[in-house]
């Protein structure tokens, strides 16, 4: 500014406008990818996202034997049973790593061992895995009701002295709060 006459400074304040504060956009939101279905389920039909607009919907990806799933267990199953009533849909997407993994039978006995009372989707060939472009076991998605993903957790939600439980079920709490 300071090479530029007092003229050309105020033809360059009108071109460039006022300032605008940026945090005022607020985090993109992207749309999530509708459930490949594999007719494959345990819990339930098939269910489709655009049926559950209006409802909040947790998606974890997860292989049945990975610690690091494992380790996430006790959450899926506390905002199953806190929010079922709430409308909130959590969903379980089995994405295999290994052999046995693949196994339809041995995802399903494994899922009743854990008590599993929500629905999953047992994604054999990795088809959702690849329409969500995920990367890693675990991963946690949180959709609002639109269908917009909100929240994502890579990995265990409490590794290492992370908080990833306390802040998806804070979005959860601010999604069934939201108009």
């Not at 196994?103 to 929500?118: D, I, L, P, Q």
């Not at 009701?145 to 290492?160: D, I």
């Amino acid at each position: 500014m300071k090479l530029l006459k007092p003229n050309q400074q105020s033809v360059w304040r009108e071109l460039i406008g006022a300032d605008f504060d940026m945090s005022k956009l607020g985090r993109p939101a992207f749309k999530a990818p509708e459930l490949v279905n594999t007719n494959d389920w345990i819990n339930s039909s098939p269910l489709r996202l655009e049926d559950l607009r209006g409802k909040v919907v947790a998606v974890h990806f997860y292989a049945c034997g990975c610690s690091n799933c494992i380790h996430n267990y006790p959450w899926y199953h506390q905002w199953h049973d806190a929010f079922k009533d709430k409308g909130v849909v959590l969903i379980g997407i089995h994405s295999p790593e290994t052999a046995s993994e693949r196994e339809s039978a041995n995802v399903r006995r494994k899922a009743a061992a854990e008590k599993f009372a929500f629905p999953v989707l047992i994604d054999g060939k990795s088809e959702n895995w690849n329409a969500w472009g995920n990367s890693m076991w675990p991963s946690v998605y949180i959709l609002d009701r639109r269908g917009y993903m909100r929240a994502f957790w890579p990995g265990e939600l409490r590794w290492q002295g992370a908080t990833g439980d306390q802040q998806l079920l804070q979005t959860i709490e601010q999604l069934l709060a939201e108009k």
